[in-house]
């Protein structure tokens, strides 16, 4: 999937990019104008990844948005839940407080699994938010 407010892309590297239109007709996926609308849908509820090559400034926000789907996906059914792990190209964030802000939301996570297990109740061996 595409996922794009402007259905033309600009930018000052590249002023000839190829329009939403061409590039879903070429990789034959279809387009989304935000993140929350690719989630939403069928493809984003069944979507088991995500690749975030976005402006730099833009990965705090995806990230936080796509680590609460990882944690709403688990809240829902914790034994049976669909894992969502992220990669986010470098840098992960412009800014080192929103760094250790991704990085608390994901070991929100890995504590409360490690809790449970302390508490002698069998969970998910993998420790990842999305594994």
């Given at each position: 999937?595409?996922?794009?407010?402007?259905?033309?892309?600009?930018?000052?590297?590249?002023?000839?990019?190829?329009?939403?239109?061409?590039?879903?007709?070429?990789?034959?996926?279809?387009?989304?104008?935000?993140?929350?609308?690719?989630?939403?849908?069928?493809?984003g509820k069944s979507m088991d990844g995500a690749l975030v090559c976005t402006p730099?400034?833009?990965?705090?926000?995806?990230?936080?948005?796509?680590?609460?789907?990882?944690?709403?996906?688990?809240?829902?059914?914790?034994?049976?839940?669909?894992?969502?792990?992220?990669?986010?190209?470098?840098?992960?964030?412009?800014?080192?407080?929103?760094?250790?802000?991704?990085?608390?939301?994901?070991?929100?996570?890995?504590?409360?699994?490690?809790?449970?297990?302390?508490?002698?109740?069998?969970?998910?061996?993998?420790?990842?938010?999305?594994?």
């Amino acid at each position: 999937a595409i996922v794009d407010s402007s259905p033309y892309p600009t930018s000052n590297l590249n002023p000839n990019l190829e329009s939403l239109t061409t590039l879903a007709t070429r990789y034959d996926c279809p387009i989304f104008h935000s993140l929350t609308e690719l989630l939403e849908s069928p493809i984003g509820k069944s979507m088991d990844g995500a690749l975030v090559c976005t402006p730099h400034a833009t990965h705090y926000a995806i990230g936080v948005e796509l680590i609460q789907e990882a944690k709403r996906r688990y809240g829902e059914d914790e034994k049976n839940y669909k894992p969502l792990s992220v990669l986010m190209e470098k840098p992960m964030t412009t800014d080192v407080d929103e760094a250790i802000q991704l990085h608390n939301l994901l070991m929100e996570r890995q504590n409360a699994d490690k809790q449970t297990k302390d508490e002698g109740e069998t969970t998910n061996n993998d420790q990842r938010i999305g594994g």
